[in-house]
C-alpha cells in the first residue's frame, strides 16, 4: 500500500496554465473535452514524461497541438496517462476525451447525479475522476468551462467564476460558457447543471463591485434559503470589516444538493453545500441548524481568501486553509452573536472530537507527514486543532500584531500554494518574534498536560506550571512547546486583582504567562488577600489541565469569575470530575450534591445571557465522560451514572426549574441569540426535571404544542431517549414521521433521534429503522443520521456487552463501503477509542475492527482508518 510521505514533496515538471473545458451532459453519460496549455517547467529535467492522475477514467481521445499521438508515445491505464518525448520548451496544447457515467457514481467524488442535478466534488482528488490531470493543489491554472445539455433536464448550468455567454443548441440542448481569471487549483473545480431554483441578491463591496449572489435550491425550496443568503452578506461584510477582505468575481453562487460527502465546498466562486447547510425554516430546523448553517457558510466564503487565493502546497498543508478558516469563522461567530458562548462552545467540540482523536490510535499531527488516503485527514485534528493554534498565535502576538502579521500573508502569497512555513514567518515578521519554541505544535501530536501548582503565603502568590507531552500512536516529538497561558487572580469581591508577576522560566505579560520550558515559575507580591485563580482563561492552550485546585475555590469561581468563561471552566471541570467518578464508582448524590447545586445556580443566574446559563446547565455527554474516565471504561455505567446525575439535578432545581418551565413557555420563535438561548436553557432543563419525576408528560405536552422544531425535537428527544417505551413516545414518533415524511432533513433527525436512543432494545431498533423504506444508505446524511447516530450518539448500544452493537455497525460499513468509502470510513471512526474500554469490550471491539480489515473488497479508504485504529 502506497504512503505519501512530507518529505517526498517535490514541483511538478510541468506546469499547466490553463485549461479549457467542454463538458457535454447527456442521460446516462457525460462526454469531456480538456484542453490543457501545458509548459515544461523552467530548469527541469528535458526526458522527463508527463504523468497525469487518473481515477477510473476512460480515454478516448487524445491529441498533441492538434496532432494524435503516436502509439508508444503514451501509456494509459483508468488511473494514469503518461506522456513521453513532449516538447522541451515552449507552452503546448494537449486534448484529452473521456467518458464518464454520473449516474453510476456512488463515490459522490468527480462528476455525479444527485435528484436529477449534475455536480461536482473535487477536493481532494476528484478532478481525476473527470480528467486526466496534474491532480494536487500546487498546479495552478485558469479555466474556461463549456457546459452543453439538456434544456428540459437542466436549465441551470454553472461553473466557476463569471458567466461568459450562453444560448440555445440543437435538439432542444443549450449550453453555457463561464470563466475564472483567478488561477486555481483543480481540486477547486465546479460545474452544477439541474433544474434548480433560487434565491437571488446582491452585495456590493468595499470597493465597489456589485456582485451578484444567488443560492440554488432542489423545486419549492428557495424560501427556506433566505436565512443563508443573510448570513452570506453578513460573512461578506465582516471579512471586508475584520480582515480587509474583499470579493473578487462579479457572481456568488451556492447550489445546496441533497447527496454530498460532507458539510459543504468551497469551489471558487461556485460553492456546492449538503442542503443541510443552507435550507431552514422554524418548522423544520432547530437552533443548532440555524448556527451550522450560519458557521458553514461564513466558512466555506472565508475559504475565498483562505484556501482559494492562497491555497496548500499540498495536502500535508491541509491546515494552513482549514485551521486558519475555522478559526476564522469562529470569531465571526463571536463578533456577531456572543464570544464567551461561541468560545464555549468551540471548547466543548474542541474537547469531545479532538481529544478523543489525539488520544487514541488515528492521532496525528495537525500538520500530518504521511498519509494513505488523504480524505481521511480532514479531521477535528487538522481543522479544530489547527484553529486553536492560530488562536494561540493571536494570543502570543495580541490583536494588532496579528493583524499585521494576516496582511502580510495575504500580501506576500496571494495568488500562491503556500506552506505553514510561509504562514508563520509572516507572524514572526509582523510579530517581531520568534516562534520556534511555538511551530512543535504543528509537528507533535497529542494532548499536552499542562500542570499548575499554587502557594500563597503573606500576600505572596507563586504558581508553578509545567508541561509534559507523552508520545502516543503517531510517535511524534516531545519537546516543550510555547503555552500561552491566559489567567487572571480574582479577589473575594469578584473583581481581577491588579497584580505584577515576576517570572522564571516563563514571561508574563498582559495577563498571559508564556511558558516556553518545561517548567516555569511566576510570583505575584503584595496582594491584599488569598486570591482564585483563574487559569487557562478563553482556553488559551489545547491541554490537559492538571491543577488540583480546591473545591471551595473552584466553585467560587463559578459564581464569581468576571470571566464568563473562567465560570464556565471552573464549573465543567468539576462536573467533569464528579461524573467521570461517578463513570467509574457510581454514582453518589451526596458527593455530587455541592457541584449539581453550583450547575442548579448557574442555569438560574439572571446576570448571565441565556445561551450562557444553558451552557452552564448541561452536563457532558457520554463520550466526553468516558474519555475523563480514561481506562477501563465500562459504557453501561456511564450511561447511568449519567442519568442519575441528571435526575439529581432536577430534583435540586425543583422549583426554580419548574418556574424557567413555566415562564417560557410559548414564546414566539426568534432565532435571535436571546430567544435561542432560553429554548436551550429550557430544554436542558426539560429533560432533568422530567427524569426528576419520572414522568414524560411534560415532554407529551411540549412536543404537543411546540411551535418550532427546537422545542419539537427537544420533547421528542426527552420521550425517546428517557420513556423510550411508553405508548405516548410511540405515538409522538410515528406522529412526527407521518407530519414530515416527504422532508428528507426532518425525516434525517427522525432517524437520528431513534438511533441514539439509549435503552434495552435499541439495538432491535436500529435494526429495523435499517429494513424502513425511507432508509437509503447511498445518501450520506441518511446514513450518518442511522449508523452515525448509533455508533456515535449511542455509547450503551452500540457497546453492548455481547457486542452485537459492534457487528451491527461493522456489516452497515462494509455494505456502504462498496457504495462510498468515503463516508463509510468516517464512520468507522466510531471506533477509535477502543483501546480505553474495559478488557471484555476491547477484545469484541478488536474482533470486529479485524473483521472488517479481512472483507475481501475493502476500499482503501476504510482499510485505512480500520488499520490504524488496529495498530
Ligand atoms: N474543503 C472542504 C472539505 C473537503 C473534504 C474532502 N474530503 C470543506 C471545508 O472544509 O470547507
Ligand atoms: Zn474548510
New binding site residues.
Given amino acids: 500500500e502506497q504512503v505519501i510521505r512530507l518529505e517526498d514533496y517535490r514541483p511538478t515538471d510541468f506546469l499547466i496554465h490553463e485549461v479549457d473545458l467542454l463538458v457535454c451532459l447527456f442521460e446516462g453519460r457525460a462526454e469531456v473535452r480538456a484542453a490543457l496549455t501545458v509548459e515544461r517547467r523552467p530548469g527541469s529535467p528535458e526526458a522527463a514524461s508527463l504523468s497525469l492522475d487518473g481515477d477510473e477514467l476512460t480515454l478516448t481521445s487524445l491529441a498533441l497541438d492538434g496532432e494524435r499521438l503516436p502509439e508508444g508515445s503514451y501509456e494509459v491505464s483508468p488511473e494514469a496517462l503518461t506522456l513521453h518525448g513532449l516538447p522541451a520548451s515552449g507552452r503546448f496544447t494537449l486534448s484529452i476525451g473521456t467518458t464518464l457515467e454520473p449516474e453510476k457514481n456512488t463515490k459522490l467524488m468527480g462528476l455525479y447525479r444527485t435528484r436529477g442535478v449534475w455536480c461536482t466534488q473535487c477536493?481532494?482528488e476528484g478532478f481525476r475522476r473527470i480528467t486526466y490531470f496534474l491532480d494536487r493543489p500546487d498546479v495552478l491554472a485558469t479555466y474556461r468551462v463549456r457546459i452543453e445539455a439538456p434544456r428540459a433536464a437542466a436549465p441551470v448550468l454553472l461553473a466557476n467564476g463569471n458567466p461568459v455567454e450562453s444560448g440555445p443548441l440543437e435538439g432542444g440542448r443549450h449550453f453555457a460558457l463561464w470563466h475564472d481569471p483567478h488561477p486555481k487549483p483543480s481540486y477547486l473545480f465546479a460545474l452544477v447543471a439541474g433544474d434548480l431554483d433560487v434565491l437571488k441578491d446582491d452585495f456590493t463591496t468595499a470597493g465597489g463591485r456589485k456582485v451578484d449572489l444567488a443560492i440554488y435550491t432542489e423545486k419549492g425550496l428557495s424560501a427556506r434559503s433566505v436565512y443563508a443568503m443573510d448570513a452570506l452578506k453578513r460573512s461578506m461584510a465582516w471579512d471586508e470589516r475584520r480582515f480587509g477582505r474583499e470579493y473578487d468575481l462579479d457572481v456568488f453562487n451556492i447550489v445546496a444538493v441533497s447527496d454530498f460527502?460532507?458539510?459543504?465546498?468551497?469551489n471558487k466562486g461556485l460553492n456546492v453545500f449538503n442542503h443541510k447547510y443552507v435550507l431552514l425554516d422554524p418548522d423544520t430546523a432547530t437552533d443548532g441548524d440555524y448556527a451550522g448553517v450560519e458557521t458553514v457558510i461564513a466558512?466555506?466564503y472565508f475559504?475565498n481568501w483562505t484556501g482559494n487565493r492562497i491555497t496548500c502546497r499540498d495536502w500535508f498543508q491541509l491546515c494552513l486553509k482549514?485551521g486558519l478558516?475555522v478559526y476564522r469563522d469562529q470569531e465571526f461567530t463571536a463578533d456577531e452573536r456572543s464570544r464567551a458562548v461561541k468560545r464555549i462552545a468551540s471548547v466543548q467540540l474542541l474537547k469531545s472530537q479532538q481529544f478523543p482523536e489525539d488520544q487514541g490510535p488515528l492521532q496525528h499531527p495537525v500538520r500530518p507527514t504521511r498519509y494513505r488516503e488523504i480524505?481521511n485527514f480532514?479531521t477535528a485534528t487538522v481543522y479544530d486543532k489547527g484553529a486553536e493554534l492560530v488562536r494561540m498565535i493571536a494570543t502570543i502576538l495580541g490583536p494588532e500584531r496579528f493583524r499585521a502579521g494576516m496582511d502580510l500573508y495575504f500580501e506576500r502569497h496571494d495568488g500562491e500554494a503556500a506552506t505553514i512555513e510561509d504562514f508563520l514567518l509572516c507572524f514572526e515578521e509582523a510579530g517581531g518574534r520568534s516562534l520556534e519554541r511555538f511551530r512543535l505544535w504543528y509537528a507533535q501530536a497529542g494532548t499536552p498536560t499542562l500542570s499548575v501548582r499554587e502557594t500563597y503565603a503573606d500576600g505572596r502568590l507563586t504558581l508553578s506550571l509545567s508541561q509534559r507531552l507523552a508520545r502516543g500512536a503517531a510517535g511524534t516529538g516531545t519537546e516543550p512547546m510555547h503555552m500561552p497561558v491566559r489567567f487572571g487572580l480574582v479577589g473575594s469581591n469578584g473583581a481581577d486583582m491588579e497584580a505584577v508577576p515576576r517570572a522564571e522560566g516563563a514571561k508574563a505579560e498582559d495577563g498571559i504567562i508564556h511558558l516556553l520550558e518545561e517548567k516555569g515559575e511566576v510570583v505575584f507580591e503584595g496582594l491584599p488577600e488569598r486570591p482564585l485563580v483563574s487559569i487557562l482563561r478563553d482556553f488559551s492552550a489545547p491541554v490537559t489541565l492538571d491543577f488540583p485546585q480546591s473545591r471551595e475555590d473552584r466553585l467560587a469561581l463559578a459564581r464569581l469569575d468576571p470571566d464568563a468563561f473562567g465560570r464556565w471552566r471552573a464549573l465543567a471541570d468539576l462536573v467533569g470530575e464528579t461524573l467521570a467518578d461517578a463513570g467509574r464508582t457510581g454514582f453518589s448524590p451526596a458527593d455530587a450534591a455541592p457541584v449539581l447545586q453550583a450547575v442548579a445556580a448557574g442555569a438560574a443566574d439572571e446576570a448571565l445571557e441565556p445561551s450562557l446559563r444553558a451552557q452552564m446547565a448541561a452536563l457532558p455527554g457520554e463520550g466526553e465522560i468516558a474519555r475523563l474516565v480514561g481506562q477501563d471504561v465500562d459504557p453501561g455505567r456511564v450511561h447511568r451514572a449519567r442519568i442519575a446525575a441528571m435526575a439529581e439535578l432536577g430534583r435540586i432545581g425543583g422549583e426554580s426549574f419548574a418556574r424557567l418551565l413555566a415562564e417560557g413557555a410559548g414564546e414566539p420563535f426568534s432565532p435571535a441569540p436571546d430567544s435561542v438561548g432560553r429554548r436551550a436553557l429550557r430544554n436542558t432543563i426539560l429533560a432533568f426535571v422530567s427524569l426528576a419525576a419520572g414522568d414524560a408528560s411534560r415532554a407529551e405536552r411540549q412536543f404537543a404544542g411546540a411551535t418550532n422544531m427546537t422545542d419539537r425535537l427537544a420533547a421528542l428527544a426527552v420521550l425517546a431517549h428517557h420513556f423510550p417505551r411508553e405508548a405516548a413516545t410511540r405515538k409522538a414518533l410515528e406522529r412526527f414521521h407521518d407530519t414530515y415524511a416527504g422532508d428528507d432533513l426532518v425525516l434525517d433527525k427522525w432517524f437520528m433521534l431513534q438511533a441514539s436512543a439509549a435503552h434495552e432494545d435499541a439495538l432491535a431498533d436500529v435494526e429495523r429503522l435499517a429494513a424502513h423504506p425511507a432508509f437509503k444508505l447511498a445518501n450520506p446524511n441518511r446514513a450518518r443520521a442511522l449508523i452515525g447516530g448509533f455508533a456515535s450518539a449511542n455509547p450503551l448500544a452500540f457497546h453492548r456487552p455481547d457486542g452485537a452493537g459492534y457487528r451491527f455497525v461493522a456489516r452497515m460499513l462494509t455494505e456502504l463501503d462498496r457504495l462510498n468509502p468515503?463516508t463509510a470510513a468516517r464512520l468507522a471512526t466510531a471506533f477509535r477509542s477502543w483501546r480505553s474500554l474495559e478488557p471484555g469490550r476491547r477484545e469484541l471491539a478488536a474482533q470486529t475492527l479485524r473483521a472488517i480489515a479481512q472483507g475481501k473488497q475493502i476500499s482503501r479508504d476504510l482499510k485505512d482508518i480500520v488499520d490504524r485504529s488496529l495498530q
Fill in positions: 477536493e481532494a460527502n460532507m458539510g459543504a465546498m468551497e466558512h466555506e475559504h482549514e478558516t480524505n480532514y468515503q
